[in-house]
């Protein structure tokens, strides 16, 4: 939990990792893969405060011990929710799976939500593998990266009618929230791969389905929030935007800020810190201070106050996955008014 200025916010981070990258990770033959993948992470990093950058050898194996601290101990974070990345093209036992994700919620009961993944291209034994992650870690959500390379393969669409079927199933199986990744390229993945239109049909055609859109779509933002705007069930995660913006780029933090606001709302906004690039402590202390700069050209977005930042920090992402929220942390629901106080109207 974290407490400012006598407020309390209930900290739901949506979207997070736990990787295992070093070099007796890699797949023998796709070594430069590898490392060009986290180093490009590792880059990311430097768009934080200097004093939270990590050396790369940390990065690339950094520890239970580590995320624990960061996340929890450090970082304010009541619930914490795992998005697997598999890339097993390059990394021989996964990038970030969802065993090696369980391992950890297992030992930690209570304090992560354990998502999985899916991806179509791996057909009927893919299916399988998804309905036992479900049974086994009891998981609500899925990640998906459809610019991964698979088989030669370096991509697909949701609309893909593999993706389709995969969707009927995940929803047959009880999952409800599609986190896609759709943002910033991670070298040597295609830029193409990540574009949001396919979004907007899956959405429409899988109305009982949540898809929250990781990044939300960066560099593409005028796309998503204007399919965002129409779509109900269409949600932005704003990992990158504030771990990669607020700090480096403020007052383009802003107007993406207020173009998400504008279009989407500060209903249908979820916090995602992204660790271990960066960690979750300085983005809710800069998100729950900050406020729009100074100048005409913010003028005409809507304001963000406490209790938009609490729905973002955390109410948001608990309402999605039905998570329990202390009474003291919830939102106070305004009290009708008495009686007594309605004023006869006279001419």
């Not at 950890?104 to 992560?112: D, I, Q, R, S, V």
């Not at 896609?180 to 899988?206: E, M, Q």
């Not at 209903?267 to 995602?272: S, V, Y």
Request: hydrophobic share 40%; proline share 5%.
């Amino acid at each position: 939990m974290y407490e400012k200025n006598g407020e309390k916010y209930f900290v739901v981070d949506s979207h997070m990792h736990f990787w295992k990258a070093g070099p007796d990770n890699w797949v023998p033959g796709a070594e430069q893969y590898a490392k060009g993948w986290i180093e490009c992470f590792h880059a990311y990093m430097s768009l934080a405060p200097k004093e939270t950058h990590w050396p790369i050898e940390k990065f690339m194996s950094y520890t239970e011990d580590d995320l624990m601290k960061d996340v929890f101990e450090d970082g304010y974070v009541d619930v914490a929710i795992f998005q697997p990345t598999y890339l097993k093209e390059w990394y021989t036992e996964g990038f970030n799976t969802t065993e090696q994700n369980a391992n950890l919620g297992e030992k930690h009961p209570g304090m992560f939500v354990l998502n999985t993944r899916f991806d179509p291209r791996d057909g009927d034994a893919g299916i399988e593998e998804l309905k036992a992650n479900v049974e086994r870690y009891g998981s609500r959500g899925v990640k998906l990266y459809t610019a991964e390379w698979n088989a030669g393969s370096r991509g697909y669409k949701l609309t893909d009618p593999a993706a389709y079927r995969y969707l009927e199933k995940a929803q047959e199986f009880g999952i409800k929230n599609i986190h896609v990744h759709k943002g910033p390229t991670i070298w040597p993945l295609d830029k193409d791969a990540f574009d949001v239109s396919d979004v907007d049909h899956a959405a429409t055609d899988f109305p009982e389905l949540n898809f929250i859109v990781e990044h939300v779509g960066l560099p593409r933002i005028e796309d998503f929030c204007f399919m965002a705007t129409q779509e109900p069930n269409v949600y932005a995660g704003l990992s990158v935007v504030i771990g990669g913006l607020m700090h480096a780029r403020p007052r383009f933090f802003a107007k993406v800020m207020g173009e998400l606001l504008f279009w989407v709302g500060e209903d249908k906004m979820t916090f995602g810190s992204d660790y271990g690039i960066w960690e979750p402590k300085w983005q809710i202390e800069g998100l729950v201070d900050w406020d729009f700069p100074e100048g005409d050209e913010f003028a005409d977005y809507p304001r963000l106050g406490v209790e938009g930042k609490k729905k973002i920090l955390g109410l948001n992402a608990a309402k999605l996955y039905d998570l329990k929220v202390p009474d003291e942390l919830q939102l106070k629901e305004a009290e009708p008014a008495a009686q007594d106080d309605a004023k006869l109207v006279t001419q």
